[in-house]
């Protein structure tokens, strides 16, 4: 199989969001850039159905020129090949033009397969996988979960879970997929794995800027967290009868 996997460069949040001074962006001196669980889930997929069917999985990402990282962290567990749509400094680039991009990619390399995460972590858009597939005219099913492959090797089963039962999808190939966290457990990269990956050809593409009708930011703006309040009862032996109100309120006693 000849599966083609697109990953997203987006920031590692693991606290509080802070933003850049214009507002712009998310300020990640401190924190980094991964992939979404999503993605390395689809990348982990990929890898499997070629060790058992045969192939090669190549990974793409549509991003800055730093975005090279991520690939060569794909290419460490087990991906062959990598292309690296890289687009200007300050770039942004909608889900429109996303997809359009991602299409030239999927035209020219002879994929019978897509993967792609059910959504970015930092957009949350879900849109990229189904425009990719329009604009292909292939088949498309979202939010998988379980992944597999007739042994004919013409058609997949893709299923999911919705409002607690199971969906289950053939779908003839070529076909797009995007798949959620949860659907494999991704492996770590070994230490071979990257020592390999940091050798391997990245293949560069130039992107143009995208067109004036695609969807643009103006600004970020962090939610208000929920504030927490805490009353003290009291103090030593004078709190208990609050504390036995109290209990007695939630249903404890």
């Given at each position: 199989?000849?599966?083609?996997?697109?990953?997203?460069?987006?920031?590692?949040?693991?606290?509080?969001?802070?933003?850049?001074?214009?507002?712009?962006?998310?300020?990640?001196?401190?924190?980094?850039?991964?992939?979404?669980?999503?993605?390395?889930?689809?990348?982990?997929?990929?890898?499997?159905?070629?060790?058992?069917?045969?192939?090669?999985?190549?990974?793409?990402?549509l991003?800055?020129?730093?975005?090279?990282?991520?690939l060569?962290?794909?290419?460490?567990?087990?991906?062959?090949?990598?292309?690296?749509?890289?687009?200007?400094?300050?770039?942004?680039?909608?889900?429109?033009?996303?997809?359009?991009a991602?299409?030239?990619?999927?035209?020219?390399?002879?994929?019978?397969?897509?993967?792609?995460?059910?959504?970015?972590?930092?957009?949350?858009?879900?849109?990229?996988?189904?425009?990719?597939?329009?604009?292909?005219?292939?088949?498309v099913?979202?939010?998988?979960?379980?992944?597999?492959v007739?042994?004919d090797?013409?058609?997949?089963?893709?299923?999911?879970?919705?409002?607690?039962?199971?969906?289950?999808?053939?779908?003839?190939?070529?076909?797009?997929?995007?798949?959620?966290?949860?659907?494999?457990?991704?492996?770590?990269?070994?230490?071979?794995?990257?020592?390999?990956?940091?050798?391997?050809?990245?293949?560069?593409?130039?992107?143009?800027?995208?067109?004036?009708?695609?969807?643009?930011?103006t600004?970020?703006?962090?939610?208000?967290?929920?504030?927490?309040?805490?009353?003290?009862?009291?103090?030593?032996?004078?709190?208990?009868?609050?504390?036995?109100?109290?209990?007695?309120?939630?249903?404890?006693?």
């Amino acid at each position: 199989m000849e599966i083609l996997v697109c990953v997203k460069r987006v920031p590692t949040v693991g606290g509080a969001i802070t933003l850049t001074a214009d507002r712009r962006g998310i300020d990640t001196r401190m924190s980094g850039f991964t992939i979404s669980p999503h993605e390395e889930c689809a990348v982990e997929e990929a890898v499997r159905l070629t060790e058992r069917f045969g192939g090669s999985v190549t990974v793409v990402s549509l991003g800055p020129a730093e975005a090279e990282e991520q690939l060569r962290s794909c290419l460490a567990v087990g991906a062959s090949a990598a292309v690296l749509l890289e687009t200007g400094p300050g770039a942004e680039t909608g889900p429109i033009a996303t997809a359009a991009a991602l299409c030239s990619v999927v035209v020219s390399g002879g994929f019978n397969l897509v993967l792609l995460g059910n959504e970015a972590s930092d957009t949350g858009d879900y849109q990229v996988g189904i425009r990719l597939a329009h604009l292909l005219g292939w088949p498309v099913a979202t939010g998988i979960k379980a992944l597999a492959v007739a042994g004919d090797g013409v058609s997949l089963t893709a299923s999911r879970t919705y409002r607690g039962s199971t969906e289950a999808f053939t779908l003839p190939l070529p076909c797009v997929l995007t798949v959620k966290e949860g659907i494999n457990l991704p492996r770590y990269p070994s230490l071979p794995g990257r020592l390999r990956a940091k050798r391997a050809p990245v293949t560069r593409m130039s992107v143009p800027e995208p067109a004036a009708g695609d969807i643009r930011m103006t600004a970020l703006r962090v939610p208000e967290a929920p504030t927490k309040q805490a009353t003290v009862l009291g103090h030593g032996a004078d709190a208990v009868p609050a504390l036995v109100e109290v209990l007695a309120e939630i249903g404890v006693l």
